[in-house]
């Protein structure tokens, strides 16, 4: 089965600073991979998703993320933070044959400080 | 709008008292699927359905039961709640496999 890992739970950055938020998956065969963000009260909501076409994706909000295959990594950027970009932010990967589930990571909730 | 409709969003209930919480979708999506959070723990799958008439577990689905009788419907049923079933839950519905689920609002379920 597979699984994802985001390192750090949480992640503090200042208003206008680079947010980066690191996602690793386990996967012998390339996935399709997405970040979502919930914020407080709400549902998830699609950030961006690779699905095997350009490695670099560009999301909305300006956030983008990079498959890198030989890291097994897809980790999410953003390069000036916005007070309204605090939230949770989870990554997920698709396990084929299981009827398309997602596997989440754990998520990491972003704190911008001002 | 196209969207996901989960009900109700908050419900408290008792020990073993049977409750069900609706999810349909506008999309004509084929694939459902019901998710619970937790803190510390992610998203994690109870139950899943590729199309009317088509479901199977996911990673946690004890306690629970799941239909899929039309394609935009996919009520999930707790048929003798338990307080580990306090959670958060989620209905999403995704078109294929490669096109992302796009979730409900969501469910707060507390069993006293």
């Known amino acids: 089965a597979q699984s994802v890992t985001q390192l750090g739970s949480h992640v503090s950055v200042s208003e206008g600073a680079l947010v980066l938020l690191r996602c690793n998956y386990s996967?012998?065969?390339?996935?399709?991979l997405f970040w979502y963000v919930q914020y407080p009260n709400q549902g998830l909501q699609l950030l961006l998703k690779?699905?095997?076409?350009?490695?670099l994706v560009k999301g909305i909000n300006d956030f983008e993320a990079e498959f890198k295959k030989s890291e097994t990594s897809f980790h999410l950027t953003k390069p000036s933070a916005h007070m309204s970009d605090a939230a949770e932010y989870f990554c997920?990967?698709?396990?084929f044959g299981y009827g398309n589930k997602l596997v989440f990571g754990a998520g990491t909730i972003l704190r911008v400080k001002s | 709008e196209a969207q996901v409709t989960q009900n109700p969003r908050y419900l408290i209930t008792v020990t073993g008292k049977k409750l069900t919480v609706t999810c349909s979708q506008n999309?004509?999506?084929?694939?459902m699927s019901w998710y619970r959070q937790d803190p510390g723990l992610g998203l994690r799958q109870i139950y899943y359905?590729?199309?009317?008439?088509?479901?199977d577990k996911g990673d946690v689905p004890e306690g629970y039961k799941v239909s899929r009788k039309e394609k935009r419907n996919f009520p999930l049923i707790l048929e003798s709640p338990s307080p580990n079933q306090t959670s958060l839950y989620f209905c999403?519905?995704?078109?294929?496999?490669?096109?992302?689920?796009?979730f409900g609002s969501g469910t707060r379920l507390t069993v006293v």
């Open positions: 359905s590729m199309n009317v008439e088509v479901t």
């Open positions: 999309m004509n999506h084929e694939y």
């Open positions: 996967s012998s065969v390339p996935p399709y």
């Open positions: 999403a519905s995704s078109p294929t496999l490669a096109g992302g689920y796009t």
């Open positions: 997920a990967v698709s396990e």
């Open positions: 690779y699905t095997s076409a350009a490695t």
